[in-house]
């Protein structure tokens, strides 16, 4: 057999000889760590354990690839680099050392090459898990981005402090996480560059500050919050009660308490209510960056006919600006992140009993100093109990004897609502980012249940019944009776 012999003789030898050096050793170990992690992955991917997680999906389709084919390039470069250095040298032997297992050469590179290739794997594996569990988590993008704090902080103290920022954000799927990384790298280098944009600002791009909603780019609601909620068994309606404190001597406290019709199915199985109807074939054009201004609007009906209503202010022409289906996102746009309203946020506090609705006057004088414009969070933090703490020894020094534990508490409490709402530093601040649930701080769902959302012919009008969403059973009543009935607890 010539040829294999020449071939042995031509190739195999002065590669094994001429590879013996660190740099194509290091390569070898590289590519089948690489390799064995990948191989490993696609074993488990086989029998059914595939990893629906982006990021670890990056670096298992993206980086291990990149270290296979960078630890291939290696091996060659480290046996040119040695075979020039030897032929400097004059040392290149006239015949190349035979494949001996009993040469000691030889059986020492092996060894390197074996113990290197275990360490590289458990190093790149354990590396490569850690990494990405990271990367996943609400800390990661939180906390090292400070531009995200803002919804890093309202996070929180929402129902979704426990849901990964990356479940709704990019879900799951390869397209999505390319795409988020590919996004995530340009905010960094925004971020990371921003020092030097105040020298040649045209140059550099800066992020935005607050950063916009709505997030045009989100995956559609069935891709990440369908994976948590199925929409068809939200059945039954809602009760909603709230109190809202006055700003008198004694913050008197009325309460509503209305029944949302939330869900529900009629004879016939179909969705009703609140969320059965707009799902999934309800579409609208939006013509401002918000998504508030919608003059035009198209329902898909059973039947596959259509149904178009338009604001009055539309003259027949079909309107420029982005359209969309409608989903959760739709109403739902500060899932995770609400910032709620100076108004809304003390209400709550008051009823929670965190601000004491005993001490006169707090709700006015609460609500003055978190509308108050405050360079820093700092500066906030500083001067709202501060300010609090003046209003009564100055004003109603009886009170400041008597409950100075509740000024400081109620102080502490303002605080609380202005750190996780107001951002000076990401100019945000109350009312930067509505809300599009209900319809009393924002146009929420008055966007097109204003009455003013009709078909061409006039005979069909986008419902703005307050019956249609809602049982009003009480509106700002002192103790309302329904409650005591109900059982509920007056606060
Ligand atoms: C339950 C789902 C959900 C989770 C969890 C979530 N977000 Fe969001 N986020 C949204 C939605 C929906 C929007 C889009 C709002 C819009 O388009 O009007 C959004 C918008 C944003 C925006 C754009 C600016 C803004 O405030 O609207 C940022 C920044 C953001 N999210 C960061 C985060 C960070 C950081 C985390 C984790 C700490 C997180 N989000 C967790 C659903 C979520
Ligand atoms: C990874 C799972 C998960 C995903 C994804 C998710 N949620 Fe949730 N969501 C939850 C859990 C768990 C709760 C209940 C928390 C509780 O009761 O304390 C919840 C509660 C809620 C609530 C009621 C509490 C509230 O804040 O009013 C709403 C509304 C909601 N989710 C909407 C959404 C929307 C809209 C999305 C998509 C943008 C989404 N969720 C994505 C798990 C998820
Ligand atoms: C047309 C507007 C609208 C759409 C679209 C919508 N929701 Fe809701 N949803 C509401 C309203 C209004 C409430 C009640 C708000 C409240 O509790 O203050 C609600 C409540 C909820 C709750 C809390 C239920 C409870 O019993 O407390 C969850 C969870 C929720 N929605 C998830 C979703 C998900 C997931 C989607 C998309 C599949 C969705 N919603 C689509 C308006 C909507
Ligand atoms: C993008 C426009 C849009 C928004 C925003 C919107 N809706 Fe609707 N809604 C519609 C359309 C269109 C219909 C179907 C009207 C019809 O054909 O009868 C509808 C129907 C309804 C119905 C059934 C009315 C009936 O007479 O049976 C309820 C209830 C409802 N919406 C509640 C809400 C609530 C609550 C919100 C806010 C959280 C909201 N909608 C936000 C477009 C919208
Ligand atoms: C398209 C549906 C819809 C229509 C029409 C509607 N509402 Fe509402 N309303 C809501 C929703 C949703 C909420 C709950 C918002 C929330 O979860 O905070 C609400 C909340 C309220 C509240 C309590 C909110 C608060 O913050 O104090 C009052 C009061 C109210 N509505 C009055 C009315 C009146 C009066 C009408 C008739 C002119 C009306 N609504 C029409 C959807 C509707």
């Not at 590289?30 to 354990?49: C, D, F, K, P």
């Not at 508030?292 to 009055?312: L, M, Q």
């Not at 707090?362 to 209003?391: M, R």
């Amino acid at each position: 057999m010539p040829i294999l012999g020449r071939f042995r003789e031509h190739w195999v030898r002065p590669a094994l000889f001429f590879g013996n050096n660190p740099i194509s050793l290091a390569g070898g170990a590289i590519t089948t760590a690489a390799g064995v992690t990948m191989i490993g992955h696609w074993v488990l991917e086989i029998v059914g354990h595939s990893i629906d997680n982006p990021y670890l999906n990056i670096i298992f389709f993206l980086i291990l690839p990149a270290l296979f084919i960078l630890g291939l390039a290696l091996i060659p470069i480290g046996m040119i680099i040695r075979r020039r250095r030897l032929r400097r040298e004059g040392t290149i032997p006239a015949e190349y050392p035979k494949i001996d297992l009993n040469d000691r050469i030889f059986r020492h590179g092996i060894d390197i090459v074996l113990i290197a290739t275990i360490v590289n794997l458990l190093v790149v594996s354990v590396a490569s898990y850690r990494g990405a569990s990271y990367m996943d988590s609400a800390e990661f993008c939180g906390k090292s981005c400070h531009v995200m704090h803002p919804e890093y902080a309202a996070y929180q103290v929402s129902a979704h402090s426990h849901v990964d920022c990356v479940a709704c954000h990019i879900g799951s799927g390869a397209g999505s996480y390319v795409q988020a990384k590919v996004n995530g790298t340009k905010q960094l280098i925004e971020v990371t560059l921003r020092p030097v944009a105040g020298v040649a600002p045209k140059l550099i791009p800066t992020y935005p500050q607050p950063i916009p909603s709505p997030v045009h780019n989100l995956r559609p609601a069935r891709d990440t919050c369908e994976n948590c909620h199925t929409p068809t068994r939200f059945y039954g309606d809602k009760l909603l009660v709230k109190s809202t404190f006055a700003d008198d001597e004694k913050n008197s406290q009325t309460q509503s308490v209305l029944v949302l019709h939330l869900g529900g199915r009629d004879s016939l199985s179909n969705l009703l209510g609140i969320h059965g109807v707009h799902l999934g074939h309800i579409e609208y054009m939006s013509t401002d960056a918000t998504r508030t201004e919608i003059p035009w609007i198209e329902r898909t009906n059973p039947d596959g006919s259509k149904t178009t209503y338009a604001a009055s202010s539309l003259k027949g022409e079909m309107p420029k600006g982005e359209r969309r289906t409608m989903d959760c996102v739709d109403c739902h746009n500060r899932a995770a992140h609400t910032m709620q309203t100076a108004e809304d946020a003390l209400n709550r506090a008051m009823a929670d009993r965190v601000i004491n609705p005993d001490l006169p006057w707090v709700h006015k004088e609460g609500l003055e100093l978190l509308k108050a414009t405050y360079s820093s969070s700092e500066e906030a933090q500083q001067k709202i109990p501060a300010a609090l703490d003046a209003f009564y020894r100055t004003q109603h020094a009886d009170v400041y004897a008597a409950k100075s534990a509740e000024i400081k508490a109620a102080g502490d409490g303002l605080v609380n609502i202005f750190t996780h709402n107001v951002f000076p530093e990401m100019k945000v601040t109350w009312g930067t980012h509505p809300n599009h649930i209900g319809h009393m701080s924002y146009p929420g769902c008055f966007r097109c249940h204003d009455g003013d959302h009709s078909t061409k012919d006039s005979k069909q009008t986008i419902s703005n019944d307050c019956a249609a969403c809602h049982n009003l059973l009480v509106v700002d009543e002192k103790q309302p009776k329904v409650l005591s009935d109900l059982g509920i607890a007056q606060q």
